[in-house]
């Protein structure tokens, strides 16, 4: 069990540019979570998938920000025109049940 | 809305020493109870759970108990060491498979 892969590990990007965020869960969870981790904001929720479908993206800004899960092995998150407030980590997570087992994260920033 | 709230850091305890993370929450509902332990570089590990009032979580001699009167959730370890030198976070979800609130985390350095 490979755990939750998250790629690229880092990513910087200009001002303005497009950034797109991997995540593989773990083989036969039903659920993933998107999280955005800061010092100043800590772990914030994003959004989350289960069973594909979007169920809450509660946590999104609403603008630049989109993620989709087009196959159960797979979601992206994406944020179009980076600004440097975007930077931190993105966290995706799995889960079965209630156990949610995290990935290492994408450092993402923006200069 | 929900909140959860934990001692601020960072701690610095000396090996063998005793470690109390303080962690209080707030939500309408009755929530399952996690702490999780973060690693320079890594996601969050799940440390335990616990789904149920006046039950005790434990892992790895971390304990902490559900106190549903107190809404409190306090991380208790008797002897640190020095591997334990981490951040923790504590969170709450309200229901089977939501996400989870996290609290502001807790970065405690165990020093020889």
């Known amino acids: 069990n490979a755990g939750v892969i998250q790629t690229p590990r880092h990513k910087v990007t200009g001002k303005g540019q497009e950034a797109t965020l991997w995540c593989e869960p773990i083989s036969g969870h039903s659920a993933v979570f998107w999280y955005r981790q800061t010092i100043v904001q800590g772990l914030e929720f994003l959004t989350y998938?289960?069973?594909?479908?979007?169920?809450?993206d509660s946590g999104m800004p609403k603008e630049r920000f989109s993620a989709q899960m087009p196959n159960q092995s797979h979601s992206t998150l994406k944020i179009q025109s980076t600004q440097p407030q975007d930077s931190a980590v993105y966290l995706c997570?799995?889960?079965?049940?209630?156990?949610?087992?995290f990935g290492p994260g994408t450092r993402l920033t923006v200069l | 809305g929900d909140s959860v709230t934990q001692t601020e850091g960072p701690v610095t305890l000396s090996e063998g020493t005793s470690l109390t993370v303080n962690c209080s929450y707030e939500t309408k509902q009755y929530p399952t109870l996690f702490w999780y332990v973060q690693y320079p570089g890594e996601g969050p590990q799940l440390l335990f759970k616990v789904p149920k009032a006046n039950e005790k979580g434990s892992s790895r001699g971390f304990e902490a108990t559900y106190n549903k009167e107190a809404t409190s959730f306090h991380l208790q370890k008797a002897s640190v060491q020095e591997s334990d030198s981490a951040v923790y976070y504590c969170?709450?979800?309200?229901?089977?498979?939501?996400?989870?609130?996290f609290g502001t985390g807790t970065k405690l350095q165990v020093v020889p």
């Open positions: 969170a709450l979800s309200e229901d089977s498979g939501t996400y989870q609130r």
């Open positions: 998938f289960r069973n594909q479908a979007p169920i809450d």
């Open positions: 997570a799995s889960s079965a049940l209630y156990e949610q087992y």
